[in-house]
Nanobody
Framework: QVQLVESGGGLVQAGGSLRLSCAAS????????MGWFRQAPGKKRELVAT???????TYADSVKGRFTISRDNAENTVYLQMNSLKPEDTAVYYC?????????WGQGTQVTVSS
């Protein structure tokens, strides 16, 4: 079992920045991919960014150039630096990790961007 704990959400004005963190614990060895998804009210959960243990990254088109995902493999921690935030980035952000093909999710952290 892998436990994921997010931190760093909050309220920010449009154009501002936030940094999300997610620490994996438990049987967190050999985690391959980690990343972030988000879900806005009334919408489906969507991918924001992912990063492999080799630090290959993918981003949703809507966040490219504004968000940066990074990872500390030694600490099993993944980060999401969010710059130039827009009101449409408002959502609950969920940390995600995959180990041996099994997905794990954090409890979510709220990000609210005011206009």
């Amino acid at each position: 079992q892998v436990q994921l704990v997010e931190s760093g959400g909050g309220l920010v004005q449009a154009g501002g920045s936030l940094r999300l963190s997610c620490a994996a614990s438990g049987s967190a060895f050999s985690i391959n991919s980690m990343g972030w998804f988000r879900q806005a009210p009334g919408k489906k959960r969507e991918l924001v960014a992912t990063i492999t243990s080799g630090r290959s990254t993918t981003y949703a088109d809507s966040v490219k150039g504004r968000f940066t995902i990074s990872r500390d493999n030694a600490e099993n921690t993944v980060y999401l630096q969010m710059n130039s935030l827009k009101p449409e980035d408002t959502a609950v952000y969920y940390c995600w990790a995959a180990q041996s093909g099994i997905p794990y999710w954090g409890q979510g952290t709220q990000v609210t961007v005011s206009s």
